[in-house]
């Protein structure tokens, strides 16, 4: 018998041996008790810090001298409650709409001012004057 084969051989036989059953891993003694992870989500939902980062949220606790957890726990809990993407502007914001008429001033002559779809908007009066211009006559 060829060396390779007896190699191989003997793989299959230590493979085949049941192999020991995997030991239950213990929590580390560091891990957050049910009631540190119930306080996470609620400091990070709450109204001060709802469109923030877990980034933001640790350092301005550390600033005031409070420490929940460490930054990747607190993606880790988010991610266990579906909320780890898209934290950005989940507060409510005010509504914008156009800027309101500013009546000529600032404006091209005979418009109305900086409305949305008026294509002098964003040309000043400055610029319209040094604009040089033929004369018909």
């Given at each position: 018998?060829?060396?390779?084969?007896?190699?191989?051989?003997?793989?299959?036989?230590?493979?085949?041996?049941?192999?020991?059953?995997?030991?239950?891993?213990?929590?580390?003694?560091?891990?957050?008790?049910?009631?540190?992870?119930?306080?996470?989500?609620a400091?990070?939902?709450?109204?001060?810090?709802?469109?923030?980062?877990?980034?933001?949220?640790?350092?301005?606790?550390f600033?005031?001298?409070?420490?929940?957890?460490?930054?990747?726990?607190m993606?880790?809990?988010?991610?266990?409650?579906?909320?780890?993407?898209?934290?950005?502007?989940?507060?409510?914001?005010?509504?914008?709409?156009?800027?309101?008429?500013?009546?000529?001033?600032?404006?091209?002559?005979?418009?109305?001012?900086?409305?949305?779809?008026?294509?002098?908007?964003?040309?000043?009066?400055?610029?319209?004057?040094?604009?040089?211009?033929?004369?018909?006559?």
């Amino acid at each position: 018998m060829s060396r390779p084969i007896a190699a191989r051989q003997a793989r299959r036989r230590t493979l085949a041996q049941p192999q020991p059953a995997p030991t239950a891993v213990s929590a580390p003694a560091n891990a957050l008790t049910p009631a540190e992870r119930e306080r996470v989500p609620a400091a990070l939902n709450s109204a001060e810090f709802i469109d923030t980062t877990p980034v933001q949220v640790y350092a301005t606790m550390f600033d005031r001298g409070m420490y929940l957890c460490s930054v990747s726990s607190m993606y880790r809990i988010l991610a266990v409650n579906a909320q780890a993407k898209g934290r950005r502007r989940l507060a409510r914001q005010p509504a914008r709409g156009c800027p309101r008429a500013n009546h000529g001033r600032g404006s091209a002559p005979g418009t109305p001012g900086n409305v949305c779809g008026n294509p002098w908007s964003a040309t000043s009066t400055a610029d319209l004057v040094s604009t040089p211009r033929r004369h018909l006559t």
